[in-house]
């Protein structure tokens, strides 16, 4: 009997706090305004928790790619939560989700830190789990609560984030799936570091970061439009991270596709790290953007330095 190999997705959810946190309403508490902004990152609005917690935006979204998936949870082999703001050292979210949701107890549940590209890293890590799993499925959530990092002095930084939670429900599958993970260290271009008595605050240099995706993220394209046998031109939708417009405005004219296949949100949500992705294919699909049997390109990019993509078959 042949093994799958391959990995679908069944169904997909996402969690937006309430709280919408505008252009305008930075430009009261730092030196901005929506003009400079939304030109520099296409980015118009982001949303801020107000009494969330990261796992209760990862059980929401949990929930709702369960009921989108129409699987029994009791299935469920794996719970990988991808994030870099967790509410505690230990427990981790995916502990917290377990309990929630009342997954099974004889599975693996963690989370895992690859900033921007971490859902990228749980889809291929939900895979090699369900590979030795008798559980025929697996949650994989990107959530984060970036807005308790953010020094809102920072005008650099804080108005580039959001908050937010996605969330996929996968399998095994004979669907091609194929994957691209890489990293390179280098902590002066995005970092988020601890420091004694002091807050944690994001920092980054933006310039750095913006040559970094776009040197990279045509690349891991490449690379998976190889491995999979799939030229651009027949892929249906490419869905990079969300992290700057002009970013994936570059990504598209490297990679000579149209823009209409490159699908943005991030003028509503801003950059939601590890969340934007699965934001992204939740949105996609509550709009009928995807169809069954589409030919998808997805990559993430962020601190590490990290870069993930995967190639995948709705």
């Known amino acids: 009997m042949l093994v799958k190999d391959g990995l679908k997705i069944l169904g997909v959810g996402s969690y937006i706090p309430p709280k919408v946190v505008t252009n305008d309403d930075l430009s009261k508490i730092v030196d901005t305004n929506d003009e400079w902004i939304s030109?520099?990152?296409?980015?118009?609005?982001?949303?801020?928790?107000?009494?969330?917690?990261?796992?209760?935006?990862?059980?929401?979204?949990?929930?709702?790619?369960?009921?989108?998936?129409?699987?029994?949870?009791?299935?469920?082999?794996?719970?990988?939560?991808?994030?870099?703001?967790?509410?505690?050292?230990?427990?981790?979210v995916a502990c917290s989700l377990q309990k929630e949701l009342e997954l099974p107890t004889d599975i693996p549940c963690f989370d895992i830190n690859a900033a921007c590209s971490a859902f990228m890293y749980g889809l291929s890590i939900a895979r090699g789990l369900l590979m030795q799993s008798d559980k025929k499925y697996a949650i994989v959530v990107g959530t984060e609560v970036l807005s308790r990092i953010l020094n809102m002095e920072d005008r650099g930084?804080?108005?580039?984030?959001?908050?937010?939670?996605?969330?996929?429900?996968?399998?095994?599958?004979?669907?091609?799936?194929?994957?691209?993970?890489?990293?390179?260290?280098?902590?002066?271009?995005?970092?988020?570091?601890?420091?004694?008595?002091?807050r944690r605050y994001v920092t980054m240099n933006g310039s750095d970061v913006f040559k970094f995706a776009v040197l990279t993220v045509p690349k891991v394209l490449k690379e998976l439009s190889d491995k999979s046998g799939v030229t651009f031109d027949e892929i249906d939708?490419?869905?990079?991270?969300?992290?700057?417009?002009?970013?994936i405005e570059a990504v598209a004219k490297k990679c000579k596709q149209d823009m209409s296949k490159f699908f943005i949100n991030l003028d509503k949500y801003g950059n939601t790290s590890s969340a934007s992705i699965p934001i992204a294919l939740t949105e996609m699909k509550q709009n009928g953007l995807i169809k069954p049997g589409m030919k998808m390109l997805c990559v993430g990019f962020g601190a590490g330095l990290t870069w993930g993509g995967v190639y995948l078959e709705w």
Request: hydrophobic share 40%; proline share 2%.
């Open 39 to 92: 030109t520099r990152t296409g980015i118009r609005q982001r949303h801020f928790v107000e009494n969330e917690r990261n796992q209760d935006m990862a059980i929401a979204a949990a929930k709702m790619a369960l009921e989108d998936s129409g699987i029994d949870k009791n299935l469920v082999g794996a719970c990988i939560v991808a994030t870099i703001c967790p509410d505690n050292v230990t427990p981790s």
């Open 237 to 247: 939708a490419f869905v990079l991270h969300q992290a700057n417009k002009r970013i």
């Open 157 to 198: 930084t804080c108005i580039l984030f959001g908050d937010g939670a996605g969330a996929a429900v996968v399998e095994l599958s004979d669907n091609k799936f194929y994957s691209v993970l890489g990293s390179k260290g280098e902590e002066d271009v995005i970092r988020c570091i601890n420091k004694d008595d002091e």
